[in-house]
């Protein structure tokens, strides 16, 4: 309920941001909406000596398209991301996701660069952010590059950020409408037990399934299983393969076997909604 | 001149609703006092284990500690924690305030610091070094009635508390040779957690030169607490006060009396400064009591034509590691109504109380009674099945008829008044009974899981006979008409979120005439409800508010008294209506309550020997228990590919009595229900092998949301009983009592097809598709 002491910083720019980051290296922590952070810190699972708000950087609220694609500063909201004009447009599949998260307090404060870097492996994002194979650019003391979505979810709680970056912006393709993201619930926390994003484009199917192992993982065998057929018995049959390789999760909410049947339910359940979108 | 029309039976909104909405109430965390100190509690992060050593060195450097205490600091200084529950033979284990060499369960108090902020008090618990030196844990408690198990508490040489054995009716012996069948089934009622959206929480402050001391507690029972703390911290209850500021919830977890109470109290006298604790989620999850879990082992006689002769149970609670105040007693209420509203000749009762490393199980919501109604109605189900015969009809076969009550059933009881039969058939009417089955024929032809379930309740409120109860079932209250013609009732009832400041006021606008608006309804401090026995089995508005109607009664006798003498009469020809005194025929004169009372304080005219004062108090002791009853009917569909379970329709049908205000009746049921929607399809505390709880936050423990509620019907029918001049029965946990078997039993007839016939709770999709799964091949 009480946090052990800490230091907070509001740098104003993200280049303040890294200097802080190379300042005090592991000692701080990023607070952006503060929805995993700051209840971890609440319980004392979390005690960084120095918190870096990054909530102030105003440059990192946006939601713009340039180049083709669509560019969402890290510190939009899921509310934003959820309530876009353009994004649900040009990529609907971003604010279906979005709508899922947590609840209207959550969406309100939470940010996608916070979800993204924070990696919980139950998280929405993650499978949305495969499907749509986004760009991640973060910001380090030898400016900015960007990492791959399939690049960038690395384990449980890791990413592929370095210590010293934070997460600018996340780049997203301009879709159809042909996507759909659907989600089972952890009763009690509202986190994803089967999460599964699929995008149905012309050049092919990717389906990212988030909550069933320890990070976010693209469904390839279904993918691949798939080959352009899109009937509801070749969709059945591809779904099967949903939790091909993966070693699923098991815990009191939902066994290994049972998380395993949810990926492939939901798989069919997207691409037959997706699908339907057409 | 008020509204003609009666306060009692209007839908009136909460007149307590503004104040907790705009954010201006006044909870226990809200109280500032000058030089208030914090506490926070070290508890054990082991189930059970012997504490070889406790260093406290370092957190008492820290700047800004005041004191950090460990068990044999503090136990000697604070009595045992009470249980008021009467078993004969409990073998009951010391429950220090503090654990002293040993803990018994994950969250048992070990040591406490307190502090100038609340944060110096939760860094100087991080530095408190405690060796703990693990034992065998005792997780399982139909293990742990086995021979050669370990033990929860060795010093008692047994983990069963108690054992107790009822039989009632007629011979269940002869019963169950007369039987063509005998039906056995076995029914688990999991542990769940009460999760209050306030968590505990105290305040003590101590007044050296008076001897005095005030507690605020976040409590259903200041009265019960006033009584039972003494003995603990060693202030008498003339020198103690007690206060329930705003009570965020309750639901039975806040009808205890908690080592934290005392312990703040010790330090507030210790210390000669305020004290605050202020508990966690987590040290509510883990520290505050738990419900249910009890294992149920039952069988049923049965003839041919589903003739029920008598019933066997035999029941295990899981007591968890102590007995806080009611713990031992609960699984005793279930065998009360295991008959439920039926005619049941023969029924015969063992109960095994089981320590665990635990927390304590303890009274929640309904607090026996539902565990009962879901037995009882889960069986009725079970015959219909087993004997072919039609489940309403089983039901009504058995019902009393009206005419029979009171009633007298082979557990024991009398209830008091009912109709089953007009409540089944309102519900049924409501619900579109034979359209629902009509529904079910067409899902069930193409391939979908519908199904609908009925349960048939009656309960226990009124709680209750002061020879019934542990510690006086008696209700006091207080009517003052001031000076002005406002009106103060007070009350020994302690809502926390009843409505009692709104139902009560409608109850003695109505009595006195006056409008409602004139009316304050005080309640929950000691100091200005100097007696009363609390808030807890929807006893508030049976004997609370009729102890109310007695002072209201006695006030009007005076008044009229003193109207007789100022209209120059006699008291048999004063006339009362509509908050005026009158003698038509004798004089045109009326008296209003605001003259009256005038009269009655400034004293200038009195009859001889009239004593000055409007002002009355009475103890309302009621004869009986009150039995409220209803049918309850809930639709669901299950997806077979997830087995999630969705509630399409829900029918309540809810006989309480005459209602004073519907709208809190709704409110009542409609949060009754959502709790057994929880109950049936996720709720539920899981402590692993070792004793580790694994729902000890929101993160794991799922509660009901808004979007897991369907729309209710809710209708009622009205059977007043003869117990109280109100006719009022009570409703608090009428909603949770009927509700949780209905959608059990619906969940349980949409799966029948498949031949599922039992499913224990919760019955979570997994639980669900599992079943599912083994019945058919696997689907995608």
């Known amino acids: 309920m009480y946090p052990a002491n800490f230091d907070y910083k509001r740098p104003a720019t993200v280049d303040e941001a890294v200097a802080l980051l190379a300042q005090h290296g592991d000692a ?251 | 001149m008020p509204d003609q029309t009666p306060y009692i039976g209007r839908a009136m909104k909460r007149v307590e609703d503004p104040r907790l909405i705009k954010g201006i109430g006044t909870y226990v965390d809200d109280l500032r006092l000058p030089g208030l100190l914090h506490a926070c509690i070290l508890r054990s992060p082991y189930a059970h284990a012997r504490i070889q050593r406790i260093d406290t060195t370092a957190a008492k450097a820290i700047p800004g500690v005041v004191g950090v205490f460990t068990g044999p600091e503090v136990n000697d200084s604070c009595g045992l924690v009470p249980c008021a529950a009467a078993i004969p033979d409990l073998k009951a284990p010391k429950h220090t305030v503090l654990a002293s060499d040993r803990v018994y369960f994950v969250g048992h108090a070990v040591a406490v610091a307190v502090a100038s902020d609340p944060y110096i008090a939760r860094d100087a618990i991080d530095a408190i070094d405690v060796d703990y030196d693990p034992l065998p844990v005792v997780v399982n408690p139909e293990e742990a009635v086995k021979e050669g198990t370990p033990l929860t508490h060795p010093d008692l040489g047994t983990n069963v508390a108690f054992t107790h054995s009822v039989a009632g009716g007629s011979n269940i012996d002869d019963a169950f040779k007369r039987a063509d069948r005998v039906i056995k089934h076995r029914l688990y009622h999991q542990r769940l957690t009460p999760m209050p959206i306030e968590p505990r929480g105290a305040v003590a402050s101590y007044h050296a030169g008076e001897g005095t001391l005030t507690l605020w507690s976040s409590t259903q029972i200041p009265h019960l607490l006033r009584t039972l703390l003494p003995g603990m911290i060693g202030v008498a209850e003339n020198k103690l006060r007690i206060v329930a500021p705003e009570v965020g919830g309750g639901f039975g977890a806040k009808l205890n009396v908690y080592a934290e109470e005392a312990l703040v109290s010790h330090l507030a006298m210790r210390l000669n400064a305020p004290v605050k604790w202020i508990e966690s989620r987590r040290e509510n999850a883990a520290s505050t009591i738990h419900g249910r879990d009890q ?160 349960s048939t309740y009656v309960e226990i409120c009124a709680m209750g006979p002061s020879a019934a109860m542990p510690a006086g079932g008696w209700e006091w209250g207080c009517v003052r008409m001031e000076i002005s013609g406002k009106v103060t009732v007070i009350t020994g009832v302690s809502p926390h979120g009843q409505g009692q400041e709104t139902s009560f006021a409608q109850i003695a606008a109505d009595r006195l005439g006056v409008p409602i608006e004139d009316v304050v309804v005080l309640h929950g401090d000691t100091n200005v409800a100097h007696y009363g026995r609390d808030t807890y089995g929807s006893r508030g508005t049976a004997v609370g508010g009729t ?213 224990d709770l919760p019955m979570t999709p997994e639980r669900v598709w599992q079943a599912i799964k083994t019945r058919t091949a696997a689907t995608v």
């Open chain 1, 28 to 278: 701080a922590k990023l607070l952006a909406g503060g929805h995993s952070l700051i209840p971890a810190m609440k319980l004392r699972l979390a005690q960084p000596k120095v918190v870096v708000d990054i909530g102030r950087i105003s440059t990192l609220s946006y939601i713009r398209e340039a180049g083709g694609k669509l560019a969402i500063g890290a510190m939009t909201t899921h509310q934003e991301i959820a309530a876009s004009r353009l994004l649900q447009d040009k990529c609907p599949l971003l604010p279906e996701t979005a709508s899922h998260i947590g609840d209207v307090q959550v969406r309100n404060k939470g940010t996608i660069g916070g979800s993204l870097a924070h990696a919980d492996p139950a998280a929405d994002y993650p499978a949305t952010i495969l499907a749509l194979d986004a760009e991640i650019e973060v910001a380090g003391p030898n400016g900015r590059r960007t990492i791959r979505a399939g690049d960038f979810f690395v384990d449980l709680l890791q990413t592929a950020i370095a210590a010293n970056e934070l997460i600018t912006e996340i780049r997203v393709p301009v879709t159809a409408k042909t996507v759909a993201y659907v989600k089972t619930e952890q009763k009690a926390s509202g986190f994803a037990l089967a999460g599964v994003a699929a995008v149905i484009s012309p050049s092919g199917v990717r389906v990212g399934v988030t909550g069933i192992a320890a990070k976010a993982y693209r469904a390839t065998g279904v993918e691949q299983a798939l080959k352009g057929q899109m009937t509801a018995n070749a969709i059945a049959l591809a779904a099967t393969h949903a939790a091909d390789g993966v070693e699923p999760l098991s815990d009191i909410h939902a066994s290994a076997e049972y998380r395993a049947h949810l990926a492939q339910v939901n798989t069919r359940r997207a691409l037959e909604r997706a699908v339907s979108r057409g």
């Open chain 2, 295 to 454: 294992i149920g082992e039952y069988e049923i006689a049965v003839k041919n034509d589903g003739t029920i002769l008598g019933i066997k149970s035999r029941t295990i609670a899981d007591l968890g590691a102590y007995n806080q105040l009611l713990t031992p007693m609960v699984p005793t209420l279930t065998g009360l109504v295991l008959t439920g509203c039926y005619r049941i000749p023969a029924v015969k009762i063992d109960i095994v109380g089981v320590y665990t490393n635990k927390m304590s199980t303890d009274a929640y919501r309904g607090a026996g009674r539902p565990e009962a109604t879901y037995l009882i109605e889960r069986l009725m189900d079970v015959i219909a099945r087993e004997m072919g015969v039609d489940r309403l009809e089983l039901r009504l076969k058995h019902f009393p008829a009206p005419t029979e009550f009171p009633f007298a059933t082979s557990c024991g009881l009398t209830y008091d008044s009912g109709n089953y039969q007009g409540a089944l058939t309102k519900a049924k009417q409501l619900a579109g009974w034979d359209q629902l089955l009509k529904e079910r024929a067409a899902a069930r032809a193409a391939g979908r899981l519908f199904g609908v379930g009925v």
């Open chain 2, 547 to 759: 102890a109310i109607v007695m002072c209201i009664d006695k006030i009007v006798a005076k008044a009229k008294a003193l109207a007789a003498h100022l209209l120059e009469t006699t008291a048999d020809h004063v006339e009362f209506a509509n908050g005026t005194f009158s003698s038509p025929g004798v004089t045109n004169r009326e008296i209003p309550w605001a003259e009256l009372a005038g009269a009655a304080y400034i004293a200038k005219s009195l009859p001889a020997g009239f004593e000055p004062g409007l002002e009355a108090s009475s103890f309302f002791e009621p004869s009986n228990f009150t039995f409220p009853f209803g049918t309850h009917i809930c639709a669901v569909d299950v997806d077979r590919d997830t087995g999630h379970v969705a509630i399409k329709k829900y029918i309540a049908v809810d006989d309480c009595g005459p209602q004073i205000n519907p709208l809190l009746v709704e409110g009542q049921v409609q949060g009754g229900i959502a709790h057994s929607i929880g109950q049936v399809l996720f709720e539920q505390t899981v402590y692993d092998e070792n004793g580790q709880l694994l729902t000890g936050e929101f993160m794991d423990y799922a509660m009901p949301r808004a979007s897991d509620i369907p729309e209710y019907v809710l209708g009622h029918t009205v059977t007043p009983s003869p117990v109280n001049p109100l006719g009022v029965k009570g409703v608090g946990e009428a909603g949770t009592i009927g509700s949780t078997p209905a959608i059990a039993n619906a969940v349980l007839d949409a799966l029948e097809p498949l031949g599922i016939t039992h499913l």
